[in-house]
């Protein structure tokens, strides 16, 4: 059974800048693993912000990057608004039998 | 503009069924890879179903295999999610979700799906 793992909870202040990270039981990440990141407030559907490791979306601020870090993908926020308080998932691709499997989720603080 | 709107979540006992659609406009599903995904109450997210944009190949996660389908309807422009045999650990929100080349990108505002005697 692969598992993907981040970080349970971070906490930053208002106008820091923050990296999540995103990790896979199989060994390193890389590109071959098409990371993409996701953004669920309270209440609300998720919504994509990161697709293929590094790409925004249209509405996707420009605060939030997306990268490969040391054998894991990484999503970095800079200049983080109190707006940006939310849970935070990875997903990878692994192909057969399991395409796809979602990270644990980091709840991010801004205080 | 992409919208995808799930319908038929409701309270079902133990060994039922039920039947969700996803009605998608803005876009034709069969140029997307499109799939289900659910989040347990309190929970995180799980990839349940997905199919390709030729239906060759359908992906449906170990915990309902042989129990749930997913299908396609382009005429109607939708996916659904047949779903037998339900259990108390498939209560969750379901979403439907298209793909486009390892490209999540588009949500519905999901329904819920709720196993209770």
């Known amino acids: 059974q692969t598992v993907v793992t981040q970080e349970p909870s971070v906490t930053v202040s208002p106008g820091g800048t923050v990296t999540l990270t995103c990790a896979s039981s199989?060994?390193?990440?890389?590109?071959?693993?098409?990371p993409n990141w996701f953004q669920q407030k309270p209440g609300q559907a998720p919504r994509s912000l990161i697709y293929?490791?590094?790409n925004r979306h249209s509405w996707t601020p420009a605060r939030f990057s997306g990268f490969l870090l040391g054998g894991k993908a990484a999503l970095t926020l800079s200049g983080v608004q109190p707006e940006d308080e939310a849970e935070y998932y990875c997903?990878?691709?692994?192909?057969?039998?399991?395409?796809?499997?979602f990270g644990g989720g980091t709840k991010l603080t801004v205080l | 503009q992409v919208h995808l709107v799930e319908s038929g979540g409701g309270l079902v006992k133990p060994g039922g069924s039920l039947r969700l659609s996803c009605a998608a406009s803005?876009?034709?599903?069969?140029?997307?890879?499109m799939g289900w995904i659910r989040q347990a109450p309190g929970k995180g997210l799980e990839w349940v179903s997905y199919?390709?944009?030729?239906?060759?190949?359908?992906y449906c996660a170990d915990s309902v295999k042989g129990r749930f389908t997913i299908s396609r309807d382009n005429a109607n422009n939708s996916v659904s999610l047949q779903m037998h045999s339900l259990r108390a650990e498939d209560t969750a929100v379901y979403y439907c979700?298209?793909?486009?080349?390892?490209?999540?990108?588009?949500w519905g505002l999901g329904t819920l799906v709720t196993v209770s005697s």
């Open positions: 979700v298209r793909d486009l080349a390892w490209n999540v990108d588009s």
């Open positions: 803005g876009f034709s599903v069969r140029d997307y890879y």
């Open positions: 199919i390709t944009r030729d239906t060759s190949t359908i």
């Open positions: 199989t060994g390193a990440v890389t590109s071959d693993f098409y």
């Open positions: 293929r490791t590094s």
């Open positions: 997903m990878l691709y692994f192909g057969s039998p399991q395409p796809w499997v």
